[in-house]
């Protein structure tokens, strides 16, 4: 059996992992989370998030040469969203915390809100692509994945095609956005 | 113009190749909407994954709740029913004892860390992320001990002050006054603080004198936890 680093697995999207690695560490962030007494519903809010950018930034392989632990990379991220939280809420008063990471997610949105109408059309309409369109748009857009990557990832016979087939992809998008054109 | 876009969202556009990127995009309407859709489709893309990933995560906490739910009910009933008992028996003897120690345990909270922790992966920062981060999960023990070589490098004022709280919280009252007496009035930030926790380890080592000398100081020139310096004061 190959070898796998944890940051690899996460990947790889191992449900199982991500289960227990969400689960192993809830009980710590809400330790944390409740000094700043906040509403349950919002730590759990907030924790979700934090494990969503911890995925993403494997996935981006933006982790790959990880220092610390999995574990307290994600509490981490998990703090400064709280940090986030209290200053968007004008809850806390925080001045000598402007790292970079602290930007880095307080521009973290998930919610359809963030999106502009353009953006929520385009988003329905990714959605509704076929299964190839959508991985190739996904490893582009959202993992940051060069062409060359992505002809590897897919097994794509070489950069022109998976170049036409992305282009496919793309006017398709802007068809069901102005379906008379 | 397809190039350039391409090699713009995939990050490997040369020097040259920026230059006229940033030049196009200003002077070419055509070029400018084709960024503009091409940013807002990555923006779709991007909260459309990070939904699917999240819908994910909740679906771990639903099969949680189900089975912590059984065990909730089923299990846990009985235990509750001494649990609330024993509490209350405790109520009752606490309220009737207002001795020193119980003064302590009713007023130490250790300081949370407002430090915050950085995510840098340069040794010193992350050797200082490891003790927060230990200090936020309680694990004083561990936090001690990287508090201390922290100071061996560099004396910073809040790594006293922390290497402190998990002192006290150790019950290693004699060094935690060792740190705290460090602290100088000029670390104006930490000084109050370090008054506060120097006036109820005073109390745990039943030196009510020393401790009410720092209280009242605490109260008359400083402003951290007055009201309950106040308080403590009247029940000295």
Redesign the interface.
Known sequence: MRYQSVVERIKDND?EL??KI??ENKL?FF??AN??RLPEDVI?DIY??S??AL??NARKNKID????SVN??L???G??MI?NYLKANKKMR?E??G?E?EVEYANF????E???K???A??TA??ALGKECQQI??L???E?K??DEIQRILDYESKDVL?SQK?RC?SH??KTLNPKK | MKELLEKYFENTLSTEEQLLFDERLQNDKKFKEAFEFHAELKNAVTISERQKIKSEIRSFEAQEKSTVKVFKFRKLLPYAAILVIAISTGLYFYAHQNTTDGLYAYHFEPYPNIETSILRSDGERSLENDAFTAYDLEDYKKASGLFSKLLEKDPKVYFRFYKAMCLMQLENFDLALQQLDEIMPENSEYYEKAIWFRALTYLKLNETDKSKQLLNQLVSKYTFKNVEAKKLLSEL
């Open positions: 449900s991500l289960k969400y689960l710590s330790k944390i000094q700043y759990l979700q998030d494990m969503v995925i993403e040469d990880l220092q610390s307290t990379y509490i981490g991220i703090k400064f940090f925080l000598n915390i790292s990471n949105s998930i919610d359809n963030s999106l502009n353009r953006e929520a385009l988003k990714y959605e748009i996904n582009f857009y959202f940051n060069k062409l170049k282009s793309i998008l802007k």
